[in-house]
């Protein structure tokens, strides 16, 4: 079987965490090059996956025949530049979210795709989690969601959002949800609400063209313990919930399957239990998980951090347990594979587009205003 040779361009923590360890276990896609600006890190990237090319300039990437797309997981301030040149030079792309962190700059690789005749997926690869693709076709079958709640908490503000900077929250986590929620109603957002206690912690109000709202609580201030999203959709028959990606219910939808349970996320390089734990568990699983987890985190970070012990369990924390953000199957491996078909097959693009990443780029202003002004936004009046 035919399978697409991607470059991972940018490989950092994500693309270490997912992109790299999904396309060599996809069905469809094998790793050809990795580039990145860190020399070292590629030494050890190639010694860790034996068989890869690997080059510092991206350039080199886009002047070799063989590979099919590039996957870009750098930081935000690079998606564009990197995305308008992989599609000038007749690449298909596959770029992180937030695609960029303005309107402006998402209009610039929607114009870019147009003219390359190439295509474009975003990051946002909710789309692609198994649980929401099969929460999306039940309540569509059941008259669609009505009134949505969707709750994103985890130690952003505390610990990883740092890296993004104070109060850009909205930009990138929440534009996963402004997304999710558009995919869900399949509907464009009229009016944004957006209200806040404290920096990366905000509810926000969404009003869709087809009449539904849903009503999003994001805070970057939960422990890790916390199952970090949970999904409610009113339809106009019952009422459907996802937990951590991990557990659909419906209620009240007659003929509808009422309980299902998805396998975890898992890594090639790492300790792989979980998935079927979380299969059988669901929601319980994936709770019982991250209190174990954090627990030993705690413990660990108590003891002295120039003993022996200390690198021992730090190492095997880091590196052999499956990192309990990744534990849960959110889409990316799908979205890989979906990358690959879209190359391979030309099939339509399912997962979140250039266009969709400007929609979110849109709404994140919209929110940005409301919190600053105290007042509903309409998206007609935002740029
Ligand atoms: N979809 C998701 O669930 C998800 C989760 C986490 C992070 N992300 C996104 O992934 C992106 C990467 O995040 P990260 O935490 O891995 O960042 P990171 O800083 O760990 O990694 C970025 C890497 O890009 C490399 N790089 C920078 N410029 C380059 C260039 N011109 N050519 C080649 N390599 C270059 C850097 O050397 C670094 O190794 C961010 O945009 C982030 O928002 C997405």
């Excluded at 979906?338 to 780029?361: K, Q």
Aim: charged share 25%.
């Amino acid at each position: 079987m035919k399978k697409a040779a991607l470059a991972v361009v940018g490989c950092g923590k994500l693309a270490q965490n997912q992109h790299i360890s999904n396309i060599i276990k996809s069905r469809n896609a094998r790793l050809h090059t990795l580039c990145d600006l860190n020399g070292e890190l590629l030494k050890d990237l190639t010694r860790r996956f034996p068989g890869t090319a690997s080059c510092t300039d991206i350039g080199q990437v886009l002047a070799n025949p063989e590979i099919d797309g590039v996957v870009i997981a750098t930081r935000e301030d690079m998606h564009v530049p990197l995305a308008v040149q992989a599609l000038s030079a007749g690449k298909h792309v596959y770029v992180e979210k937030p695609l960029a962190e303005t309107p402006e700059d998402c209009a610039k690789v929607v114009s870019a795709e147009k003219i390359s005749g190439k295509k474009l997926l975003v990051g946002m690869n909710r789309r692609m989690a198994p649980a929401y693709r099969d929460a999306r076709e039940i309540l569509n079958r059941n008259g669609g969601a009505k009134a949505i709640f969707y709750r994103i908490a985890d130690a952003y503000a505390i610990d990883w959002g740092k890296s993004f900077g104070p109060g850009k929250r909205l930009i990138h986590e929440v534009c996963h949800i402004f997304d999710i929620c558009r995919f869900m109603t399949g509907s464009d957002v009229r009016s944004v609400y957006c209200l806040s206690t404290r920096r990366d912690e905000e509810n926000i109000v969404l009003q869709f063209e087809s009449g539904a709202t849903a009503m999003i609580l994001s805070s970057g201030y939960a422990p890790w313990e916390t199952p970090k999203e949970h999904f409610e959709a009113v339809a106009e028959v019952g009422v459907l919930t996802v937990d951590e990606f991990c557990e659909l219910n419906t209620y009240g939808m007659p003929g509808e399957v009422l309980n299902k349970k998805y396998p975890g996320h898992s890594h090639v390089e790492r300790e792989q239990s979980h998935v079927s734990w979380i299969a059988d568990a669901g929601l319980a699983g994936i709770v019982g998980l991250r209190r174990m987890l954090a627990d030993r985190q705690r413990e660990v970070e108590a003891l002295d951090h120039d003993s022996e012990e200390y690198r021992r369990r730090r190492d095997f924390l880091d590196h052999r347990l499956p990192h309990i953000n990744y534990s849960v199957d959110k889409g990316w491996l799908g979205a890989i594979e979906h990358f690959a078909d879209v190359i391979l097959d030309g099939v339509p693009v399912e997962a979140a587009t250039a266009e969709d990443a400007l929609s979110a780029a849109r709404i994140t202003r919209a929110a940005v205003i409301s919190r600053a002004e105290n007042r509903i936004v309409a998206m007609e009046d935002v740029d």
